[in-house]
């Protein structure tokens, strides 16, 4: 059995705008990073298909060697442009796996856990640290409206129960942190995860850059 996962990525340009301030023009690097770090975790684990869900602009920013599948997309709307990757699944596979690209602790035994969660009845949800949600699991049998935005965690665990959905909620301390904040940019510099984001903040930002400075304005 196989386990298709969907990461989303809308315009790479003009995400990261909360770290402009500090990353400027980087900021481009930074989701190429993230990305780069995500796929080379999902490729170790054979049973993993991904799907990159993103739009044709995006194709000259980002690298073209990933070896990976490609669901082009041109909606303004993040959740129905899961919801069109999500219907080319159906057809043939069970479940589907929805994780972000800017989950910057990510580890093998969080795909580990999900795979193995994978093979239980219904869903999986894990939250984020800001009434978000890291990683979500569905099953293609049932029909799930996505609420990623503000408070989805909350949203998408009333939908499953709306739906009579049986769902886990998985908690993964290093699935409840991505990076979208000053203050995210100092957990990674802090925590110092082996992977290309961290050596590309740590590279690319001042020596004398006060980290004990940077949190949420």
Same mark, same amino acid.
């Given at each position: ?10 315009? %790479? ?11 400027? *023009?980087?900021? /481009?690097?930074?989701?190429?990073? +993230? ?6 975790? +999902?490729?170790?684990?054979? *049973? ?11 194709? /000259?920013? =980002? ?6 599948? =490609?669901?082009?997309?041109?909606? *303004? ?21 929805? !994780?972000?690209?800017? !989950? ?12 193995? !969660? #994978?093979?239980?009845?219904?869903? %999986?949800? #894990? $939250? ?5 949600? #890291? ?36 908690? #993964? ?5 991505? !990076? ?7 957990? %990674?510099?802090?925590?110092? $995860? ?24």
């Amino acid at each position: 059995m196989t386990l298709p996962v969907i990461l989303p990525l809308k315009y %790479v340009n003009v995400s990261k705008s909360r770290l402009g301030s500090i990353l400027g *023009e980087n900021k /481009t690097c930074l989701v190429i990073a +993230l990305i780069e770090d995500m796929i080379s975790l +999902l490729k170790k684990f054979p *049973e993993i298909e991904i799907y990159l869900l993103t739009k044709k602009e995006n194709m /000259t920013l =980002i690298p073209q060697n990933l070896g990976i599948e =490609i669901i082009f997309e041109d909606e *303004e709307d993040l959740n129905k442009a899961l919801e069109k990757g999500i219907n080319i699944l159906k057809e043939k596979e069970k479940k589907v796996l929805i !994780l972000p690209i800017d !989950l910057p602790f990510i580890n093998e035994k969080d795909i580990k856990d999900l795979i193995r !969660l #994978s093979k239980t009845p219904g869903g %999986v949800i #894990s $939250p984020s640290n800001r009434d978000g949600t #890291s990683a979500i699991l569905l099953p293609l049998d049932k029909k799930f409206k996505l609420n990623f935005g503000e408070k989805s965690f909350q949203k998408h665990f009333s939908e499953f129960m709306k739906k009579k959905i049986p769902v886990q909620i998985h908690y #993964s301390e290093s699935l409840y942190y991505d !990076l979208d904040t000053e203050e995210d940019i100092m957990r %990674v510099l802090t925590i110092k $995860p082996k992977n290309k984001t961290y050596f590309f903040l740590k590279n690319i930002l001042p020596p004398d850059v006060m980290y004990s400075n940077l949190f949420d304005k």
